[in-house]
């Protein structure tokens, strides 16, 4: 996460047989006639994908890459090992990997894994429950919170210490600070 907060990997995680797994790049399209593939990376350094071992689709087959570079942001050009033409990359094309969450670094002070924040409650200052998080999304400003409110109501929190003074992962729990409208009434 830009800012406050600092982003790993990032986005839902899912259940199997081999516990936890966080999904860690999407496949977009070929890239030339020789195998290459764009892939959208979620780690904080994107290409560090380059270098995990363990890297799976959800279906469970492993994959490895064999180079990467990077054209922005977090988009690279990459080659899988054993992908040798377009149409094999082609096959790829929208396909999410994933890395088991215990093949992962332990996050550092101040650093999350988005999976582990996914399903977290979400309190005001005092200690009141407002909803729980259920996604964290990041549409190119930084990352926001989408929290579903005690009444249902989804609303967006930008990831910011300003915002969310507080993440206690282990107790399961959020502080989010309640804007208020320009009335200075908090806002619902």
Do not use: W
């Not at 894994?113 to 996604?135: K, M, N, W």
């Amino acid at each position: 996460m830009a800012g406050d907060h600092t982003n790993q990997p990032s986005s839902s995680s899912l259940r199997g047989d081999d516990g936890s797994l966080v999904l860690m790049g999407r496949f977009g399209a070929p890239h030339g006639i020789r195998g290459d593939i764009k892939l959208t990376s979620f780690a904080s350094d994107p290409l560090a994908l380059l270098r995990y071992e363990g890297l799976r689709f959800d279906d469970g087959r492993e994959l490895s890459f064999t180079h990467m570079r990077l054209i922005r942001d977090n988009l690279c050009i990459a080659h899988i090992k054993g992908i040798d033409q377009r149409d094999q990359a082609q096959a790829l094309t929208g396909r999410d990997i994933f890395i088991k969450r215990a093949d992962l670094p332990p996050p550092q002070p101040d650093e999350f894994y988005i999976s582990d924040l996914i399903g977290l409650e979400a309190r005001d200052e005092q200690g009141h429950v407002l909803g729980h998080i259920r996604d964290v999304v990041n549409y190119g400003a930084g990352d926001i919170l989408e929290m579903t409110r005690v009444d249902g109501e989804v609303v967006l929190i930008a990831f910011t210490r300003a915002h969310v003074p507080h993440v206690d992962c282990a107790s399961g729990f959020v502080t989010v600070l309640v804007p208020v409208d320009v009335n200075g009434e908090p806002e619902p």
